[in-house]
C-alpha cells in the first residue's frame, strides 16, 4: 500500500522559511523512475506544481519560485523535503505532495495536503 | 512554458447527463495529459492517464481521448458522487502545468 503524508507548520510570519516535509511509504525513493512531485492549492483556486525530485537526485522547480524553492530527499527515511523562502500571505495554501512513476507521468498517490497559512 | 487551458470554468449538469470538459495546450504534447477528480478538502485523484487510459477502479463512465493539443474528458452518465472538480495536467515537460479546472455543479 502506497502512502504519502505531508508535514510541518500551519502557520508562519512572512519573510519566514517553511520547510515541509513528505514522509511515505509503500515505494523507494531510490527505485529506476521515481519521482515526488510537491504541489499547492491556493484557497479556492487552481493547483500549482512547485518542484520534483527523481530517484536519480535529478531536481525540476517551477520557473516563477525557482529561487525560493530547494527540494531534498532522504532515501533512507523515505522522506522528501520542501523548503520555500521569504513567505508571503500570497503563499497561503494547501501543500501536496505527489507520487510520479517515469518521466511524464501522472501524479498517481497524493498526500492528504497540509493548510499553511502566512500571517503575522 | 507549457500552457493548459481548460474550459468551461463552471458547469451545472443533472443526474444522469453526459458532460464532455476540454483541455487544450499551447504545444503539441503528444498524448501526456492525464485527468483529475477532487472534492472538497480532499486531495486529487486520478482519473484518466496519458490521455485515454482509465486509471484503475475508475468507473467506466469516465472516458478521455486526444492528442496533440485538444483533449476531453467526458462523463458518460453523471453519478450523484461525481460533482466535484475537475482538473488537466500535462506531464509532457517541465515545469508541469494544470487546467483552471471545472467545477461540476448539481442542476
Known amino acids: 500500500q502506497i502512502t504519502l503524508k505531508e508535514s510541518g507548520p500551519t502557520l508562519v510570519k512572512p519573510t519566514q522559511t517553511l520547510t515541509l516535509t513528505c514522509t511515505f511509504s509503500?515505494?523507494?525513493?531510490?527505485?529506476?523512475?521515481?519521482?515526488v512531485d510537491w504541489i499547492r492549492q491556493p484557497p479556492g483556486k487552481a493547483l500549482e506544481w512547485l518542484a520534483l525530485?527523481?530517484?536519480?537526485?535529478?531536481?525540476r522547480y517551477s520557473p516563477s519560485l525557482k529561487s525560493r524553492l530547494t527540494i531534498s530527499k532522504d532515501t533512507s527515511k523515505n522522506q522528501v523535503v520542501l523548503t520555500m523562502t521569504n513567505m508571503d500571505p500570497v503563499d497561503t495554501a494547501t501543500y501536496f505532495c505527489?507520487?510520479?512513476?517515469?518521466?511524464?507521468?501522472?501524479?498517481?498517490?497524493w498526500g492528504q495536503g497540509i493548510l499553511v497559512t502566512v500571517s503575522s | 512554458d507549457i500552457q493548459v487551458t481548460q474550459s468551461p470554468s463552471s458547469l451545472s449538469a443533472s443526474v444522469g447527463d453526459r458532460v464532455t470538459i476540454t483541455c487544450r495546450a499551447s504545444?503539441?504534447?503528444?498524448?501526456?495529459l492525464n485527468w483529475y477528480q477532487q472534492k472538497l478538502g480532499k486531495a486529487p485523484k486520478l482519473l484518466i492517464y496519458t490521455a485515454s487510459s482509465l486509471q484503475s477502479g475508475v468507473p467506466s463512465r469516465f472516458s478521455g481521448s486526444g492528442s496533440g493539443t485538444d483533449f476531453t474528458l467526458t462523463i458518460s452518465s453523471l453519478q450523484p458522487e461525481d460533482f466535484a472538480s475537475y482538473y488537466c495536467q500535462q506531464s509532457y515537460g517541465t515545469p508541469r502545468t494544470f487546467g483552471q479546472g471545472t467545477k461540476l455543479e448539481i442542476k
Open positions: 525530485i527523481y530517484w536519480d537526485d535529478d531536481k
Open positions: 505527489a507520487r510520479s512513476l517515469g518521466y511524464s507521468p501522472p501524479f498517481d498517490y
Open positions: 509503500g515505494f523507494s525513493l531510490s527505485t529506476s523512475g521515481v519521482g
Open positions: 504545444q503539441s504534447i503528444s498524448n501526456y
